[in-house]
Each structure stands twice: as structure tokens, then as C-alpha cells.
């Protein structure tokens, strides 16, 4: 039988008491969490191989599990010179997503948001702008035109760019005085300690790599150290750019002051006792590591300027298949490409150009001939570029009794102290007179105001100081000079 008496019920009438103990912490069904721990994950080796032999570059996004089950997340994404957003929708539950193909330089726009079963949407992580890898491959270029070098500027091309981290009282330079001739350069941490002993370092960090955790790297670099002794390390970091543990590569022994084999000569990088390499796995939790070029060791004596000094040539750093235990062959990486997103730092701006033709000449007493062609005011902190082309002349007569003599040039800035005066301008035999064509460069750190007057200086001492020979006689020269200074801004 029914009857619609058995469910009538009144509230006011019928209803007694509340619930004692209400349900209350169950789940608001239309509030979802917003994404969190998002990360965006991007490097020169951010691609995969088609069956065709060519790259697909890709954008990796990590983000923390949702809170509420059976979430889906949206990733909307663009380049920033485009209207429309495009949508990336994930399976449920899901941590990651990757967008593709993308390009090198790319700036992006992005915002994340999760999705419950039942439709309701959390607020949205925004991500104004994320710039990708300039050393990216193209969409579709052949794997076989890929670096394996994961470092960006492995040569010294483009002097020390790339390479912006300094660990103890040193400057990193590209190499000027004792420079490889041709597209590989060398570079030289030049470190301003009388220190000696043990437990003294200093060193140069790359640029951070993306790296896969578990994966196997290896990492090597040709080494030439004066008074100091140079290794190579590995430093894993996590996605919060959290140093997590780091592997050191062998010791090359060092050299005694003015005893080292010549930095310019290419082959003295390299050979058993010249290379320092390590293999080593990325740990758990790593995606990201930096390559370190330090001086360790013993140190001792430095020169007369105080000084020691770390040379490096041909830096790699590289993924290689599990097991590997020989070095591959050394490529020269990507370029540091300077992206639309980076003109507000590491912008160039030429500064300062002109020459003076006339010739200043030496006299017998001085140990030297100084000139001064331009001073320039920096316009913003940075590093000014500083390059020289002039004609020096010397007759091998003069500097204490006649025979062969020798030349040097170099470039100093008088506020900031005497350069290693070490570049050979010329060799003129007993009784003849020479001339050459020589250019030099140097690379003078400067604040925004700040004036710098970079001076050449002309010597028949290695070190261009006093040391009982003197220029000699009136036939030393140098004229017909031009100048070019670029600022770098930083």
C-alpha cells in the first residue's frame, strides 16, 4: 500500500535537534585548488629525434600533484607576438605537460588552471613571459648538425659570454697575449693572491644546463696552470636552482711562475697531464648543472704582479650513454645568442673609434714609451672592449750593448694597474732596424661614470717595468694607431 502520509515531515513541528556532529570538513565540490610548484624546464638539448633523423624542439612544465582527485590541468599557451592562446589539456592527475615544436629565442605567454570531474576550475598560475633556450635546434633540423657540447660558447668565440660566475679574488678574460690563433680561443682566470699553499681555490662557473636526472655526463677541459693546480667539477642543482652535491674531475699539476708551457699553443691543452675529465650521473632530483674551471691545489709563488693564473681551452660538458668511459670528441657547443629578452643586459653599444697617425719615439733613458690615444666615460656599468692597431719600430743597436732585441706591447689603464705587458711585437736582429703591424685587445671593467684612459705601452722588458734595460735609442717607435672601444653593458 502508499500513502503520502508516511512522508509528510514538518521542520518546525517534527524536527527535534541538529545534527550533533556535522560533516563539515568534506570538501567544498566547487572550490579546486590552484596549480603550485610549477616549474618550466627548457635547454640547448630540449628535443627529440623523429624517425626521420630531425629535431623537435620542446618546452617541459612540471607542476605538484593535485590536491583533489581526478583533476585535469589546461595549459594555455602563446608566442607573445600571437592573439590566440592554444590549449593543452592533460589526462587526470597528471604532473607534467610539454608543448611543441617550439623555437630557439621564443618568448612565451602561459597560464595553468585544474579542472575538476565536475567542471569546476581553479584560479589560473600566470606566466607572463619565459624566454626559451637561444641554442635551441630548429623544428626540423638533422640531429647530425646538433652539438653534443652542451655549453654554450665552449671555444671562447665570443671572449668570456656565458661564463659570468667568479669564486675568489679573479677576473676571467678571454686570452689576449697568449691567444690561439683561429676560431678555438682560450681564456684565462687571472687570480691577484700572493697566497701559497694548500686549501686555496678559486674558479669560473658556466651558465646552468638542463640536465635528465639518472643520466650519465661527462665533462672535461684542457688545463694550464701558473703557480695554482686546475681541475674541473660538476655541480647537480635542483629545479629551485637548490645545489644538491657536485663531483671534481682529476688534478692537472701546475706549473712554477714563468715556467708554464705557452697558453697560446693548442696542443699543450691537450695529452695525458693536460686534461682534466670526470664521468658522472645526475642524482635524483637534479635539472640542472654548472660546469666549474677552478685553481686548487698547492698553490705557490705568484709572479711579480702578485699574480696566478688558470688557462683553459676547449671546455666540454655532455650527455653519454651509460657506460661510457672514453672521452668523446670535443665540439665547440652553442653560441651565446643574445635574444630579444636579454638587450636590457649584455646589450653592446659602440662607444669610441678614431687613430692618430703621427709617431711618438723613444728616448735612452726611459724603460718605456706610453701613449694615451682617447679616454671614454662609461655611460652604464659594464666592460668596455677595448681594441688597438698600430706600428711599432725598434732597431736591434740599443738596449745595452746591441744584439738581438726584442719588443713587447701591451694595454693598461693607469686607475686600475699595470697589465702583464707579454705580447711579442717584434724581433730585430743586431744592427737593423724593423717594423711591424700588431693589434692588441683588452677588456677594462667599468662603473656608469666612471673614465677609463687605456694606455699602450711599448717595451724591450717582457713585463714592460724596470729591470736595467731601457728602450735604448730614439729609433723605437710606435705610430699609426687606431682605436675601438665597445661598452658591454651588464
Known amino acids: 500500500e502508499e500513502a503520502t502520509a508516511v512522508y509528510a515531515w514538518d521542520f518546525d513541528a517534527d524536527a527535534t535537534t541538529l545534527d550533533p556532529a556535522p560533516n563539515s570538513n568534506l570538501p567544498d565540490p566547487r572550490y579546486v585548488a590552484p596549480p603550485s610548484g610549477v616549474q618550466l624546464i627548457n635547454s640547448a638539448t630540449s628535443f627529440y629525434s623523429r624517425a626521420d633523423g630531425t629535431a623537435v624542439p620542446y618546452l617541459d612544465i612540471t607542476w605538484n600533484e593535485p590536491a583533489s582527485p581526478d583533476v585535469v590541468t589546461e595549459v594555455f599557451w602563446k608566442r607573445a607576438e600571437e592573439t590566440d592562446f592554444r590549449l593543452l589539456r592533460t589526462a587526470a592527475n597528471a604532473t607534467s605537460a610539454r608543448i611543441e615544436p617550439v623555437s ?85 682566470l687571472q687570480i691577484t693572491s700572493t697566497a701559497t699553499g694548500p686549501g686555496n681555490t678559486a674558479y669560473v662557473i658556466s651558465d646552468r644546463i638542463a640536465v635528465r636526472e639518472g643520466a650519465r655526463y661527462v665533462a672535461f677541459c684542457g688545463l694550464i696552470g701558473q703557480s695554482v693546480d686546475p681541475f674541473v667539477a660538476v655541480y647537480w642543482y635542483d629545479g629551485a636552482d637548490t645545489q644538491l652535491s657536485g663531483v671534481n674531475g682529476n688534478i692537472v699539476p701546475g706549473y712554477a711562475i714563468q715556467t708554464a ?62 657506460g661510457t668511459t672514453e672521452l668523446p670528441p670535443w665540439d665547440g657547443g652553442g653560441s651565446p645568442v643574445v635574444g630579444t629578452g636579454g638587450l636590457a643586459q649584455g646589450a653592446a653599444t659602440d662607444m669610441t673609434s678614431g687613430d692618430s697617425p703621427g709617431a711618438v719615439f723613444g728616448n735612452p733613458g726611459p724603460q718605456f714609451i706610453d701613449v694615451a690615444p682617447f679616454a671614454i666615460t662609461a655611460a652604464a656599468s659594464g666592460t668596455f672592449e677595448v681594441s688597438m692597431t698600430f706600428e711599432v719600430s725598434g732597431s736591434g743597436t740599443g738596449g745595452g750593448g746591441g744584439g738581438e732585441n726584442r719588443m713587447y706591447a701591451g694595454i693598461y689603464e693607469t686607475a686600475k694597474g699595470v697589465a702583464l705587458i707579454s705580447r711579442e711585437a717584434l724581433t730585430a736582429p743586431a744592427n737593423e732596424t724593423r717594423r711591424a703591424t700588431v693589434t692588441l685587445f683588452a677588456t677594462i671593467q667599468a662603473s656608469a661614470g666612471e673614465t677609463i684612459r687605456p694606455i699602450l705601452r711599448i717595451s724591450r722588458t717582457r713585463y714592460g717595468i724596470v729591470g736595467g734595460v731601457t728602450v735604448g735609442n730614439t729609433t723605437d717607435s710606435v705610430g699609426v694607431i687606431s682605436w675601438r672601444a665597445t661598452l658591454v653593458k651588464r
Do not use: C, M
Request: aromatic share 14%; charged share 10%; proline share 6%.
Open 261 to 322: 708551457p705557452s697558453p697560446s699553443s693548442l696542443a699543450n691543452y691537450a695529452g695525458d697531464g693536460a686534461v682534466s675529465s670526470l664521468f658522472a650521473t645526475a642524482p635524483a632530483g637534479a635539472r640542472y648543472a654548472r660546469l666549474f674551471l677552478a685553481a686548487g691545489g698547492n698553490w705557490t709563488a705568484s709572479d711579480i704582479f702578485g699574480l696566478k693564473y688558470l688557462w683553459a681551452a676547449r671546455p666540454f660538458f655532455g650527455e653519454v650513454p651509460l
Open 104 to 188: 630557439g629565442s621564443d618568448t612565451l605567454n602561459l597560464y595553468l588552471a585544474h579542472v575538476s570531474a565536475t567542471g569546476a576550475r581553479s584560479n589560473i598560475y600566470w606566466v607572463p613571459t619565459f624566454t626559451l633556450n637561444a641554442d635551441l635546434p630548429t623544428n626540423g633540423q638533422p640531429i647530425g648538425t646538433l652539438s653534443a657540447n652542451l655549453l654554450a660558447n665552449a671555444s671562447f668565440e665570443y671572449g668570456v659570454e656565458r661564463w659570468g660566475n667568479i669564486f675568489g679574488n679573479a677576473v676571467f678574460l678571454k686570452e689576449q697575449f697568449f691567444a690561439i690563433a683561429g676560431p678555438i680561443s682560450n681564456a684565462r
